[in-house]
């Protein structure tokens, strides 16, 4: 187990009735250039090969931008510099503003957590796709998605330099297949709820482009 550091910067805007993640980071990306952990381009196209320390969602029609480690030392240093919000070429004034900093744990525990999916979790690539659909029945569909999921967190280890030490342990309880889209091209994507001997905390995305909202937790009870 480790201990992270996370900011959670939410805010509410004036007549803001639509808008999407892309168009959030997008925003983000336009206003703060200097910060490649925003936006994850480097000069020359070239892009920032490194897994998202900063996180974009859209939770109960609010903007909520989440910054862990490095990536909550850029939003302490941004957050007072952002008074609105231009989409497009409409812009809309910052009404209120809720920046939480805590003192997060990540790692494996020796008991079963119960999280939720409260955004499309994005499992699948194209080559595990084909083996989704082939996998026929519910029962062997659902131990691939237990792997793809054990996958997902090691990778989210790595990337915060955390060794595994124990063997995950993942049961998919619950999930619902949903008809999505990332960059406009379809995706199939997944809400449900599953169980993991390992802590992690709350709004974090885990699987394919948590950067753009796909893939947030959050703990829940389950009985």
């Not at 409260?118 to 792997?147: F, H, M, S």
């Amino acid at each position: 187990m480790i201990k992270v550091k996370t900011i959670y910067f939410q805010f509410a805007c004036d007549e803001l009735t639509k808008i999407t993640t892309d168009k959030l980071r997008g925003f983000f990306a336009d206003q703060f250039r200097e910060y490649s952990l925003l936006h994850h381009h480097l000069d020359g196209n070239k892009y920032l090969y490194k897994a998202p320390l900063i996180q974009y969602k859209i939770i109960d029609s609010k903007p909520l931008v989440i910054g862990i480690n490095e990536g909550a030392d850029v939003l302490q240093e941004i957050y007072r510099e952002i008074d609105y919000l231009k989409i497009g070429t409409s812009t809309y004034a910052i009404t209120e503003k809720v920046i939480t900093l805590r003192t997060d744990y990540f790692g494996i525990t020796d008991k079963n957590i119960s999280y939720s999916f409260i955004t499309p979790w994005l499992a699948l690539n194209e080559e595990n796709y084909d083996r989704y659909i082939r996998a026929g029945t519910w029962v062997k569909r659902q131990e691939l998605l237990q792997r793809i999921l054990i996958g997902n967190i090691i990778s989210l280890s790595k990337a915060l330099g955390y060794t595994v030490s124990e063997s995950i342990k993942a049961n998919i309880i619950k999930l619902k297949e949903v008809n999505t889209k990332l960059k406009d091209t379809p995706m199939l994507g997944f809400y449900g709820t599953f169980k993991v001997n390992f802590e992690i905390p709350d709004y974090w995305g885990i699987g394919k482009s948590v950067s753009r909202g796909f893939g947030t937790i959050k703990t829940c009870n389950l009985s």
